[in-house]
């Protein structure tokens, strides 16, 4: 018998239920955790800021500044991580593990000789770094305090970082979630024994206290990394091969991590230089930065979450060829993220009264911090969405080069030009200035959207590496 329109129409509408139930299940498995480890990340960040600055102002900027080299090196381990999640993600939708095992081999070794670099650098020339965040002496002296004690888990970071990527991709995101937890009490510990009972009123000390409890957690880290690919993963911690499919896999690799790892370069650059104008206009404005960046990071966790997660979605959608439920997965993911950037910038203006309570800052950084905070809540609603798409579903089909093209046009030709003469040129009000260094997530929403219309990142990017 034929079906009716209408018996037709409830088939669909079955159908379509039993996609979305299916979706939302494996979506937020991994979302949630992903989130979860997003917060304890930002939330590490925040205890050593808070807890800093029970000290005093300028400590607290001063470790904010020094973070930056921090967070230039976790830029690198994006990129690597991103490029190791594409492949593995895709390959997982082929259910190919031992292809798995090789792309963490060879991302591991990339992985761990930038962290080498970066701590070399670090431990021995920490004063040339600062000095090209701030020219205030005092934020210089401290910094590079905490940045040659704190370059030590630069080593630990760089193996344990690629390892939760992989492992997320192969829709584990919960293990990781556990381990960042652990390790975030074990730092919050460690920090209220140096500020508060070791060293109070020791700045110095203090510093280099907190600085060592971050490397203490990191190292913590990558053992439960270590003891979890022995025991209980389905990939191990080896040097790579050195045979043909691995050469294959290493071109493929570089093809997509290259782009990626410029896009994260010219984007972190971005941000840093931003930081850098933040820096050279008040002491004060560098600790309502300092804030701001803390509580817009807790905000959108959950945005990130939604990125990371649909990523891994759709690159194993793509890896099986079903490029049918890719693209209806995206839309569907496309709403959350909507909904969850405006949920993050609500969230921002409710808590804003418990920011104040909690933060110590003089009257001056207090109104610079109140107009910020207003920035980010609208901040939130570009970043949710252009994470989930330039740097969720583009990556996930191989479409890589877009986002860095993006961050090129958008940071480097428009917002930071205009930084620098809101600054320095037309001495413009400094939440005035936050608002400009603040535009780039808003210009690259309408670009973002119409590549994304055009489907060109619906790629499968395996191959059989056997032939």
């Known amino acids: 018998m034929r079906k009716t329109g209408c018996e037709v129409s409830k088939q669909e509408k079955k159908s379509n239920s039993e996609f979305n139930r299916t979706l939302n299940r494996s979506l937020f498995s991994l979302v949630l955790p992903i989130a979860f480890q997003n917060l304890i990340s930002a939330a590490a960040i925040a205890v050593d800021v808070i807890m800093l600055g029970v000290i005093n102002q300028s400590v607290m900027s001063a470790v ?26 895709q390959y997982w939708g082929r259910n190919d593990v031992n292809v798995i095992q090789r792309v963490f081999s060879i991302t591991s070794i990339f992985s761990l000789s930038i962290s080498i670099i970066f701590f070399v ?24 305090i905490f940045l040659r004690t704190v370059s030590f888990s630069y080593i630990a970071m760089g193996l344990s970082q690629v390892y939760f990527s992989v492992i997320k991709s192969m829709e584990n995101a919960k293990f990781s979630a556990w381990i960042s937890s652990i390790c975030l009490f074990l730092n919050i510990g460690l920090n209220a024994l140096c500020v508060y009972v070791f060293f109070p009123g020791m700045p110095e000390k203090a510093i280099t206290g907190v600085a060592a409890a971050t490397v203490c957690a990191k190292f913590v880290e990558l053992g439960c990394c270590i003891i979890h690919s022995i025991r209980y993963s389905q990939v191990k911690f080896h040097l790579p091969l050195k045979d043909k499919i691995n050469r294959q896999l290493r071109k493929d690799f570089l093809k997509y991590t290259i782009p990626i790892q410029a896009n994260y370069f010219v984007w972190g650059g971005g941000l840093t230089v931003a930081t850098s104008i933040i820096g050279h206009v008040s002491a004060d404005m560098v600790a309502a930065n300092s804030i701001a960046t803390v509580v ?16 891994v979605l759709i690159g194993k959608y793509l890896g099986s060829n079903d490029t049918v439920m890719a693209i209806k997965a995206s839309k569907r993911i496309n709403l959350y993220a909507l909904l969850l950037g405006i949920v993050a910038g609500g969230t921002i203006l409710v808590i804003k009264p418990l920011v104040f309570l909690i933060v110590d800052l003089n009257v001056n950084a207090q109104s610079y911090l109140d107009g910020m905070l207003y920035v980010c ?87 059989d590496v056997a032939s």
């Open 64 to 89: 904010s500044l020094a973070g930056q080299v921090t967070f230039v090196l976790s830029l690198f381990y994006m990129g690597i991580s991103t490029g190791a999640g594409i492949l593995t993600a």
């Open 121 to 144: 650098f670090s431990f021995c020339f920490p004063e040339v770094l600062m000095r090209l965040l701030t020219n205030d002496t005092e934020l210089i002296y401290y910094g590079k």
């Open 296 to 311: 817009r990071n807790l905000a959108v966790v959950f945005c990130a979450g939604i990125s990371s997660g649909g990523a």
């Open 377 to 463: 809540a609208y901040y939130c609603i570009g970043k949710s969405i252009n994470s989930t798409i330039i740097g969720g579903f583009f990556p996930a089909g191989g479409d890589a080069k877009f986002g860095l093209w993006c961050d090129i046009v958008v940071m480097w030709i428009i917002v930071l030009p205009l930084g620098y003469l809101s600054a320095f040129v037309w001495n413009l009000h400094p939440i005035l200035l936050y608002a400009v260094l603040n535009l780039d997530e808003i210009l690259k929403l309408p670009l973002a959207v119409y590549r994304y219309s055009q489907y060109r990142w619906v790629k499968n990017i395996t191959r």
